[in-house]
């Protein structure tokens, strides 16, 4: 398991069934600040860190895009690859990697070394994304960029050469007495059938969409659990049976109608380090990491339950000291 954050990458093994972890390392990056994307390549060999991006506005002299080779016996990273002047959000699709940057979509192709080669660049029709995921069910990249005109939900669709184009964005704007109302989504996910999608705010709403065969999407429900507060991140477990979201000082669990896309609160569960801003359920659905971005916020690790709620593991020995923007393994 990796965690990002500040000038570093920390590196633990994990063990999915007892939750217990043991530090690897820490990294230095190379130049990535706030390594707020990490993704792990589709053979496990390397893995791709680039800069926090909030919407079109990228930190100052933090735009790098960085691989590291990743020790199959250890978990140890070395660098092999960086390219300055990137930031955004990377997915695996397909075989290509693919950045979803202020300046458009960049799809690499990644050698047997970790080298990447640029084989497609589209430019942004709306603006940058945030949210970005890889929906292998629609093949499509979803995200959620914004602009004058609204708040976008957008499926661009990966072909075989590596080139990305937008199919649909959908404004989820509503028209109210008051005038348009937009919710703004910082983070995104799809259920396991690809028919729905749900997204979080920064006024914390969880809010469920249907999608359409034509990728455009539908609101169905929007749902606040929390009075004045924000919700920062979302995630869904691997029996796409439950949906987990980060709401203020709370992980909220929720229970997906997979007929109707419908939420209901299964349960409110304190999450003391607040700022919450990311959250990951692990390969073997038994655990759910919350990242926080607070001075010492870090890491905490939630055992799942059969009934969607989750327990906080009494002694998180994965638990990191300071902010953590990302997490993957």
């Known amino acids: 398991m990796y965690l990002g954050g500040g000038f570093t990458i920390t590196a633990f093994n994990f063990d999915p069934t007892s939750g217990a972890s043991s530090s690897v390392g820490l990294f230095a990056t190379t130049g990535v600040l706030n390594p707020g994307a990490l993704a792990v390549s589709p053979d496990a060999n390397y893995l791709i860190a680039t800069s926090a991006q909030i919407r079109d506005r990228a930190i100052a002299g933090a735009d790098e895009l960085d691989v590291y080779s990743i020790d ?4 140890a990273l070395s660098p092999v690859y960086k390219s300055p002047g990137l930031t955004g959000h990377v997915v695996c699709a397909k075989s290509y990697l693919v950045l979803d940057s202020v300046a458009g979509f960049l799809s ?22 945030t949210g ?26 990966v072909d075989d050469s590596g080139k990305v184009t937008t199919v649909m964005a959908t404004n989820t704007c509503e028209s109210t007495s008051q005038g348009n109302v937009c919710e703004f989504l910082d983070a995104l996910a799809i259920s396991r059938d690809g028919r729905y999608l749900f997204g979080s705010d920064s006024n914390g709403n969880v809010l469920a969409y249907r999608i359409n065969s034509d990728l455009s999407v539908a609101p169905l429900h929007s749902y606040h659990p929390v009075q004045f507060s924000s919700a920062s991140a979302v995630t869904m477990d691997q029996s796409g049976n439950f949906l987990y979201s980060i709401i203020e000082g709370e992980i909220v669990s929720w229970k997906v109608d997979r007929s109707s896309g419908s939420l209901t609160v299964v349960q409110h569960t304190n999450f003391s380090p607040g700022l919450g801003n990311g959250l990951q359920v692990d390969s073997s659905n038994q655990w759910l990491f919350a990242n926080s971005i607070s001075a010492n916020g870090g890491v905490t690790t939630f055992k799942l339950q059969p009934d969607g709620t989750v327990q906080l593991l009494a002694s998180p020995k994965d638990s990191s000291q300071g902010a953590v923007v990302s997490v993957a393994f």
């Open 72 to 75: 199959r016996n250890t978990g």
């Open 132 to 157: 970005t995921i890889y929906d292998s069910v629609n093949q499509v990249i979803w995200d959620a960029p914004a602009s004058p005109d609204g708040a976008f939900v957008q499926a661009s669709r």
């Open 108 to 129: 690499y192709s990644m050698n047997s070394a970790g080298q990447l080669s640029v084989v497609s660049s589209s430019k942004q029709q709306i603006g940058a994304g």
